[in-house]
């Protein structure tokens, strides 16, 4: 019993947040596929052009999604929005790279060119891709703002007086 309140004492805070970040994150995968399917298997685009393309797609709507109601509480304002949105940035990109690193593999290396694998592979990257990015934008993006909010003074800490 001990291991399960020392677990939930240690992540417990990060669960509705972790939820959030589903629902947005799962928003995000229903564009990317959307894009990628119908470029890929109805065009003819390359695999890992086609899975860039609805990448990108998800990495917008997972931006504001994850600004404006995951992290919202957490977000940066005014100069800080420029380093935030650059963080954002490169880690979905470094998301990507897992993701298309093992599209590649399974469509390139292995030859497995049909459309379940194409979707199988897309799906086990996006979930590889999910918990780093989950980790990389509590860590490095959403960090509070710190730097845009006036220190708090003396006053601020006093407990208020019941009348």
């Given at each position: 019993m001990s291991l399960i309140r020392d677990l939930y004492d240690r992540f417990g805070h990060i669960g509705?947040?972790?939820l959030k970040f589903l629902v947005v994150g799962g928003a995000g995968f229903v564009v990317q596929m959307g894009i990628q399917d119908p470029l890929h298997m109805g065009m003819g685009v390359?695999?890992?052009?086609?899975?860039t393309i609805g990448t990108i797609g998800g990495i917008i709507l997972t931006f504001f999604g994850n600004r404006y109601w995951t992290y919202r509480a957490k977000r940066s304002h005014g100069k800080e929005f420029i380093r935030e949105?650059?963080?954002f940035l490169l880690w979905a990109v470094i998301g990507w790279i897992i993701q298309a690193g093992?599209?590649?593999a399974v469509t390139y290396g292995l030859g497995m060119t049909d459309g379940i694998s194409y979707n199988v592979a897309t799906m086990f990257g996006i979930a590889i891709a999910t918990v780093f990015r989950f980790w990389a934008y509590r860590t490095f993006v959403?960090?509070?703002g710190k730097e845009d909010l006036p220190p708090v003074t003396a006053e601020q800490l006093e407990p208020e007086q019941a009348a």
């Open positions: 509705a947040e972790g390359g695999a890992i052009t086609a899975q949105t650059w963080q093992l599209q590649a959403f960090t509070g």
